[in-house]
T-cell receptor
Framework: AQKITQTQPGMFVQEKEAVTLDCTYDTSDQSYGLFWYKQPSSGEMIFLIYQGSYDEQNATEGRYSLNFQKARKSANLVISASQLGDSAMYFCAMRALNFNKFYFGSGTKLNVKP | DAGVTQSPTHLIKTRGQQVTLRCSPISGHKSVSWYQQVLGQGPQFIFQYYEKEERGRGNFPDRFSARQFPNYSSELNVNALLLGDSALYLC???????????????FGDGTRLSIL
């Protein structure tokens, strides 16, 4: 069975600083994809970044980067130069490529302080 | 281009009633998935449909059902509503079935269902 664990219910970061949101996963599949989504208070889920299990380089998308450590089964999201608009819930998700299911973690609420 | 659209945005029902939620995927997307998000938790997978066929099912009772139409839009039906069904119901679409792995799901704004 697949499982996503996000151990930080809430995080605070000062504006313009970097922050790391933790995500560990458990799967017996060899091929899988890892995703991060942002959910502002308005409710919509916004796709941020993707990492494939066979990708050799860590994914980057603008201020977002994914610190992928396959042996440790971790896929931490790094947000550089935090902005006030980054305050939101952040969800880590996984899809095993042979199963049509997305598994989400419980989320981390990020608060960016001015 | 329009994103994923869901209707209605809010809905209030009483226990025992039935509800139908609707979703229109992004143009060109053939896969639709449904999720239930209870307040304070991450989304829980309910169904995935691709080319009008059910391709995945989460751990939800048979009171939950869905279908996908030839235009790839989808409906989620919930019968015999319980208080615990109160949640945000999210619809997500993606280009293909997803077996290539790197296709993100694009979410709608959700339908907030309240059961009294």
């Amino acid at each position: 069975a697949q499982k996503i664990t996000q151990t930080q219910p809430g995080m605070f970061v000062q504006e313009k600083e970097a922050v790391t949101l933790d995500c560990t996963y458990d799967t017996s599949d060899q091929s899988y994809g890892l995703f991060w989504y942002k959910q502002p208070s308005s409710g919509e889920m916004i796709f941020l970044i993707y990492q494939g299990s066979y990708d050799e380089q860590n994914a980057t998308e603008g201020r977002y980067s994914l610190n992928f450590q396959k042996a440790r089964k971790s896929a931490n999201l790094v947000i550089s130069a935090s902005q006030l608009g980054d305050s939101a819930m952040y969800f880590c998700a996984m899809r095993a490529l042979n199963f049509n299911k997305f598994y989400f973690g419980s989320g981390t609420k990020l608060n960016v302080k001015p | 281009d329009a994103g994923v659209t869901q209707s209605p945005t809010h809905l209030i029902k009483t226990r025992g009633q039935q509800v139908t939620l609707r979703c229109s995927p992004i143009s060109g997307h053939k896969s639709v998935s449904w999720y239930q998000q209870v307040l304070g938790q991450g989304p829980q997978f309910i169904f995935q449909y691709y080319e009008k066929e059910e391709r995945g099912r989460g751990n939800f009772p048979d009171r939950f059902s869905a279908r996908q139409f030839p235009n790839y839009s989808s409906e989620l039906n919930v019968n015999a509503l319980l208080l615990g069904d109160s949640a945000l119901y999210l619809c997500a679409s993606s280009l293909g079935e997803g077996r290539s792995g790197n296709q993100p799901q694009h979410f709608g704004d959700g339908t907030r269902l309240s059961i009294l």
